[in-house]
């Protein structure tokens, strides 16, 4: 019997994320080949368009985990087809985390997939199905600076390169925030169900505020040099230097003024 868990629609690619997707494609082949007027535009664009295909897929791996581990109630939802305005909460997963990009330059966990927990059984399947998002940013980033370890730069256009550094401090940076072990993000969701029901009764009031608190620690200076000195440690292992991560952002803000050592030839 088809039931609404399995009907074809809920899994059909929506179009919504088709035209993100076109969206990266045009302005990452506008970025490549300077076509555009301006380049810091493209690479904004382009940027912003491949971080919101990064966060749809994040939380796809989230509902595709889950919908393996029992929870057949995922495709009534929505979530498999890749839109993101079937999130439980958009706003936290796509508006905001643009938003901070924007302003700050650092990647926001999202978090807006609703999971029946109590149809799946397991704590590696509940840990699994919290960690398929940030994984999912990994592969993001390893994808993003494959062309920076394994040295094939060659023919790549600067403005390129230095979108694809941005990109990826966007992937590490909301890696390891979403791997944090702290309530309301993945990390806290991965340990979760190992912890006794005590503790997790306990601890469940402050899931809200976890994100904020986190940021609030953030502000404090000598927490703050610690966890970009990490970032920068993580993308130097990658292949990508201090200048080409500067560079992509300093282009992706290209309303302000475009540092001379950012200049790309037309």
Same mark, same amino acid.
């Given at each position: 019997?088809?039931?609404?868990? $399995?009907?074809?629609?809920?899994?059909?690619?929506?179009?919504?994320?088709? /035209?993100? &997707?076109? &969206?990266?494609?045009?302005? @990452?082949?506008?970025?490549?080949?300077?076509?555009?007027?301006?380049?810091?535009?493209?690479?904004?664009?382009?940027?912003?368009?491949?971080?919101? &295909?990064?966060?749809?897929?994040?939380?796809?791996?989230?509902?595709?985990?889950?919908?393996?581990? =029992?929870?057949? +109630?995922? /495709?009534?939802? /929505?979530?498999?087809?890749?839109?993101?305005? %079937?999130?439980?909460?958009?706003?936290?997963?796509?508006?905001?985390?643009?938003? $901070?990009?924007?302003? /700050?330059?650092? =990647?926001?966990?999202?978090?807006?997939?609703?999971?029946?927990?109590?149809?799946?059984?397991?704590?590696? %399947?509940?840990?699994?199905?919290?960690?398929? =998002?940030?994984?999912?940013?990994?592969?993001?980033?390893?994808?993003?600076?494959?062309? $920076?370890?394994?040295?094939?730069?060659? =023919?790549?256009?600067?403005?390129?390169?230095?979108?694809?550094?941005?990109?990826?401090?966007?992937?590490?940076?909301?890696?390891?925030?979403?791997?944090?072990?702290?309530?309301? #993000?993945? !990390?806290?969701?991965?340990?979760?169900?190992?912890?006794?029901?005590? &503790?997790?009764? *306990?601890?469940?009031?402050?899931?809200?505020? !976890?994100?904020?608190?986190?940021?609030?620690?953030?502000?404090?200076?000598?927490?703050?040099?610690?966890?970009?000195?990490?970032?920068?440690?993580? #993308? !130097? @292992?990658?292949?990508?230097?201090?200048?080409?991560?500067?560079?992509?952002?300093?282009?992706?803000? $290209?309303? *302000?003024?475009?540092?001379?050592?950012?200049?790309? +030839?037309?």
């Amino acid at each position: 019997m088809t039931t609404a868990a $399995f009907r074809r629609s809920d899994r059909r690619i929506s179009p919504v994320f088709v /035209g993100i &997707v076109a &969206v990266m494609a045009v302005t @990452g082949w506008a970025t490549w080949t300077g076509f555009a007027e301006q380049p810091g535009l493209a690479v904004f664009l382009f940027v912003t368009a491949a971080w919101i &295909v990064s966060l749809c897929l994040h939380e796809y791996a989230h509902a595709r985990t889950a919908l393996h581990s =029992g929870d057949i +109630s995922i /495709g009534a939802k /929505g979530y498999l087809t890749l839109n993101p305005l %079937k999130y439980t909460h958009a706003l936290l997963s796509i508006v905001l985390p643009v938003i $901070f990009v924007i302003m /700050g330059g650092i =990647g926001l966990p999202g978090g807006a997939v609703f999971i029946e927990r109590g149809r799946i059984q397991g704590r590696w %399947k509940h840990s699994l199905i919290s960690a398929a =998002g940030p994984l999912t940013n990994v592969l993001f980033a390893v994808v993003c600076t494959a062309p $920076f370890w394994l040295h094939a730069l060659d =023919g790549v256009p600067l403005a390129f390169q230095y979108a694809l550094a941005f990109l990826a401090l966007l992937q590490v940076t909301a890696a390891i925030l979403n791997f944090l072990p702290v309530p309301g #993000l993945d !990390g806290y969701g991965v340990i979760e169900p190992w912890l006794s029901y005590g &503790v997790r009764r *306990q601890v469940e009031p402050f899931a809200p505020f !976890g994100l904020l608190a986190v940021f609030a620690v953030l502000w404090i200076p000598s927490v703050n040099t610690v966890f970009f000195d990490l970032i920068d440690s993580v #993308l !130097g @292992g990658l292949g990508i230097d201090d200048l080409q991560r500067y560079c992509g952002q300093n282009l992706y803000r $290209f309303w *302000q003024s475009t540092d001379q050592f950012c200049t790309v +030839s037309r």
